[in-house]
C-alpha cells in the first residue's frame, strides 16, 4: 500500500457516517419488490441511487421468466452534508403516496426506467419485457403484460426495418442484428430478411451495399459489369457518353 492510498483510507475512516435505525433496517427485509424478465435480452443499468450498477438476468431458454433482482424495501443512500457528516436519505423500493398527497419516486422506476417514453432507442426496460411483480412470483397476468410489451416492441422495430428496406440500398444497411432477432421472436420471414441471404458487396463508385456480382447499382446507377448490362438493352441503344480527363465513364441509353 502506497502514501496516497494510507491517505484515502484515513480520509474515509474518519467520516462521520449516521447509523441506519435498526427499525429501518428490518423494513428493508418488509415490501421487497421482485423484478423478472421474460426475454433474452440481458440489461445492465448502472447509477441507481442507493444501489449502483443493478443487473437484470436475461431469461433462460426454456422458461417462463428470469431469476429475479431484489430491490429492498428501503434503500439508503449517504451523501456528503460538507461538515464532515455523512447522513442518509431513504427511498422505498416502491412509489409511495401519503395521506397529504405527497408522492415518494420509488427505487424501481430508476431501474426500469418505466417514466421514459418507449422507443426503438429509449432506455424504458419495460418495452423490453422488464417488469416489477407484486409478489416473489409472477402471476400469468403480470406475464402476459409484459409479452405484449415486448410483442409491441418488435413491431415497432419491424416496421422501421420495413420502411428502411424501402427506401433503398443505403438505408437497408441500417437493418441490423436486432431487427432481426426481434423477427424471429414474432416467427417472420420478412423480405428484407430473404435479401440478407444474398452475398452483398460494395459498389466501386459510390459505396453502397450490393448484391454481389450486380451488373448496376442500385443507388448511383454506375454499371459494373459491362458484359452483363448489354445482355438487358439493345446495343444499339447504348453510346458511350465522353468525359472529362478523371471522370468516370458511364453508359446511358438514347
Not at 405527497?102 to 432507442?121: E, F, H, N, S
Request: hydrophobic share 35%; glycine share 8%.
Amino acid at each position: 500500500m502506497n502514501e496516497i492510498q494510507e491517505q484515502v483510507i484515513a480520509r474515509l475512516n474518519s467520516k462521520n457516517i449516521e447509523p441506519v435505525p435498526d427499525y429501518l433496517l428490518d423494513l428493508q427485509n418488509t415490501d421487497r419488490v421482485y423484478i423478472f424478465n421474460v426475454y433474452k435480452r440481458e440489461h445492465r443499468v448502472d447509477l441507481v441511487p442507493g444501489i449502483g450498477a443493478v443487473i437484470i438476468p436475461a431469461c433462460p431458454e426454456g422458461r417462463q421468466y428470469s431469476d429475479p433482482v431484489i430491490i429492498p424495501g428501503l434503500v439508503f443512500e449517504y451523501y456528503d452534508a460538507g461538515d464532515g457528516r455523512y447522513p442518509f436519505r431513504q427511498s422505498p423500493a416502491r412509489t409511495k403516496t401519503a395521506r397529504n398527497g405527497r408522492t415518494t419516486p420509488g427505487v424501481i422506476g430508476d431501474v426500469l426506467k418505466d417514466y421514459a417514453p418507449k422507443g426503438m432507442y429509449s432506455p424504458n426496460l419495460v418495452q423490453w419485457g422488464c417488469f416489477a411483480a407484486a409478489g416473489e412470483i409472477p402471476t400469468q397476468a403480470e406475464l402476459n403484460a409484459a409479452h405484449r410489451e415486448l410483442r409491441r416492441t418488435a413491431e415497432m422495430f419491424m416496421n422501421d426495418a420495413q420502411s428502411k428496406f424501402m427506401q433503398g440500398p443505403n438505408q437497408r444497411s441500417e437493418i441490423n442484428a436486432v431487427h432481426r432477432e426481434l423477427a424471429g421472436l414474432l416467427n417472420l420471414r420478412p423480405v428484407w430478411m430473404e435479401e440478407e441471404t444474398q452475398e452483398r458487396g460494395v459498389c466501386p463508385a459510390c459505396g453502397s451495399n450490393i448484391a454481389l456480382g450486380a451488373a448496376k447499382c442500385p443507388a448511383c446507377s454506375a454499371i459494373l459489369d459491362h458484359e452483363k448490362w448489354a445482355q438487358f438493352v439493345e446495343a444499339d441503344d447504348v453510346v458511350p457518353v465522353k468525359r472529362g480527363p478523371g471522370r468516370p465513364r458511364k453508359e446511358e441509353n438514347l
